[in-house]
């Protein structure tokens, strides 16, 4: 289990999991959340439209409330 998890990390943004992990060992979750219309799907805080147009151009974004990752679902 634990190789296969390591294999699967190697694919991820470095600093994206160094973040994630930090969130975990706080036991904070969900860390990432859909969006929401324009709303984070953790706090339900309304995004600007600049960081809606962010979050599409980058595929995640940090929600400057609560801190979890917003992603778009498909």
Same mark, same amino acid.
């Given at each position: 289990?634990?190789?296969?998890?390591?294999?699967?990390?190697? &694919?991820?943004?470095? *600093? =994206?999991?160094?973040?994630?992990?930090? #969130?975990?060992?706080?036991?904070?979750?969900?860390?990432?959340?859909?969006?929401?219309?324009?709303?984070?799907? &953790?706090?339900?805080? *309304? =995004?600007?439209?600049?960081?809606?147009? #962010?979050?599409?151009?980058?595929?995640?974004?940090?929600?400057?409330?609560?801190?979890?990752?917003?992603?778009?679902?498909?």
């Amino acid at each position: 289990m634990q190789s296969e998890l390591s294999l699967l990390e190697k &694919g991820i943004d470095g *600093e =994206l999991l160094a973040r994630y992990k930090s #969130k975990r060992s706080d036991k904070f979750f969900p860390i990432f959340v859909p969006l929401r219309g324009s709303s984070c799907g &953790g706090c339900m805080m *309304e =995004l600007s439209t600049a960081q809606i147009e #962010k979050l599409k151009k980058n595929g995640i974004l940090e929600c400057e409330n609560c801190r979890r990752y917003i992603y778009l679902e498909d």
